[in-house]
């Protein structure tokens, strides 16, 4: 079948910045309103006890092992709509949709069993281990809204449409929030107080209502008509195309996961000060992302379009425009962390003691280990375009030893205090971002020499 000329969309091909924050303003609000949750939730566990928000958090690195590999098979979905959009080929976009939403249910088949007896063996014998459990439990058996909310998303936007994607996600966001400080702290005679499960509610009913309403519009006529995305048959042939240029990356996930998983849990295992640290700047981890993902994801929609109407030219005007809003990320992220430190704390986490020494040495290396975090996501987005999943591959197996194996050493050979290990961790992500940043420039002057290798 022909493609239909009709259709040809060519505006966020060019590059061009202006064209970059056109898609990139939306994709922030989505991802800042999907990780806002992530740092409010354990800001809302603080006030009722450290211990809460420090369960919280390590159960969220525990199930990062869980989330990210779907995640990422999930937005492979992105790349593959991004390229049909590219080439044309509209009738491709709806049954290639229907394979990830396919997966996201048929993944619970490994994840239940799997999770459950990792965070068995994960949370056994330490200090948060009875509060912990059931959060942790609840979390693994609701995996699957995950993928199946970014494969949804990745519809919209590999098509650069984002209005929908922008309004569910800021509509499912607001409700999360209410529903956690009403669910977590109750509401007397009314709606008993439920702590820490309050959140995991929270999360369950506001991502289900996300991901119905995505999958309502994905299903109406005008789509079914273009896209062909009443076509929800499970096709093993194209389940495989879609599914397997992802599965490295998958793979590599699972190795980063779990080694930041581990390092994560090193300072569990020490407690006191230490998972203190770890709790308070993983707070903040956990919702600083959100620039890097919006980064990646505009940037990965542009790229997988340059490439798909092979305008390679384009590649290094992308790649410019991407530098530029990480830059101005990571001065803005810099105000409240180094020049307002112990204003921010006090605010932040109001029932926490730090001296501000401490303080000041923690927030310098969460914005440390943010700047090169968010540098990486740059030339990530180049090599998810490229669908060079054998490079994430290696990746992951290096994160094991500039990652763990590293940190490993200063926590138990070195003793590092409790204040610094973001400072050491971020000279993990610096490693990282210049090997991922040396491979793009290669995977560019390969395609401009020879247009034939994509």
């Given amino acids: 079948m022909k493609p239909n000329r009709s259709h040809q969309n060519t505006a966020l091909i060019t590059g061009e910045l202006k064209q970059f924050i056109r898609l990139f303003l939306p994709i922030l609000l989505m991802t800042f309103s999907s990780c806002i949750f992530l740092m409010v939730e354990k800001l809302l566990l603080a006030r009722l006890s450290a211990q809460s928000m420090e369960a919280a958090v390590s ?37 290639g949709v229907w394979q990830f939403i396919w997966f996201a249910f048929l993944s619970m088949l490994v994840i239940v069993p799997v999770g459950s007896l990792y965070g068995y063996y994960y949370f056994t014998g330490t200090a948060i281990q009875e509060i912990v459990m059931p959060y942790y439990t609840f979390l693994i058996f609701i995996n699957f809204l995950y993928p199946l909310g970014a494969a949804l998303s990745c519809f919209y936007i590999g098509q650069g449409k984002t209005r929908l994607v922008l309004i569910s996600t800021l509509l499912s966001q ?25 959140g995991a509610w929270s999360t369950l009913l506001a991502q289900g209502a996300f991901c119905i309403s995505l999958l309502v519009v994905f299903l ?28 490295l990356r998958a793979l590599s996930r699972v190795l980063m996961a779990s080694c930041w998983a581990s390092i994560a849990y090193l300072m569990t295992a020490k407690g006191g000060d230490y998972l203190l640290s770890l709790s308070v700047g993983g707070t903040l981890f956990l919702f600083l992302p959100f620039l890097g993902e919006a980064i990646c994801q505009t940037q990965t929609t ?41 204003f921010t704390f006090e605010y932040l986490f109001p029932k926490i003691v730090m001296s501000d020494a401490q303080i000041r040495q923690s927030f310098l290396g969460v914005w440390l280990s943010f700047t ?71 995977l560019k002057m390969n395609v401009l020499k020879n247009p034939q290798l994509v």
Avoid at 179 to 190: C, E, H, K, M, S
């Fill in 59 to 95: 159960a969220a690195y525990a199930c990062v092992l869980f989330q990210g590999p779907c995640i990422v098979l999930a937005m492979m979905c992105q790349v593959c709509v991004g390229r049909w959009q590219g080439a044309q080929d509209w009738k491709a976009i709806g049954p």
């Fill in 174 to 198: 607001v409700v999360k929030l209410i529903l956690a400080y009403v669910l977590i702290f109750g509401i007397q005679d009314w709606i008993p107080a439920l702590n820490i499960m309050g």
């Fill in 220 to 247: 109406n006529s005008k789509h079914a008509k273009q896209y062909d995305t009443r076509q929800w048959k499970f096709r093993p042939k194209l389940f495989w195309e879609c599914i397997q240029p992802g599965l």
């Fill in 302 to 342: 542009i790229v997988s379009q340059i490439l798909g109407s092979r305008r390679y030219f384009l590649l290094e005007k992308a790649y410019r425009s991407g530098t530029i809003l990480v830059i101005s990320a990571t001065i803005l992220v810099g105000i409240p962390l180094l020049v307002f430190p112990s």
């Fill in 372 to 442: 090169f975090f968010t540098f990486c996501y740059v030339p990530i987005s180049y090599i998810l375009a490229f669908k060079d999943t054998q490079y994430f591959l290696w990746m992951g197996f290096v994160n094991w030893i500039n990652g763990y194996l590293y940190m490993y050493f200063m926590l138990k050979k070195i003793e590092i205090p409790a204040e610094d290990f973001w400072i050491y961790l971020s000279l993990m992500h610096a490693s990282m971002a210049l090997l991922y940043f040396l491979r793009m420039r290669i």
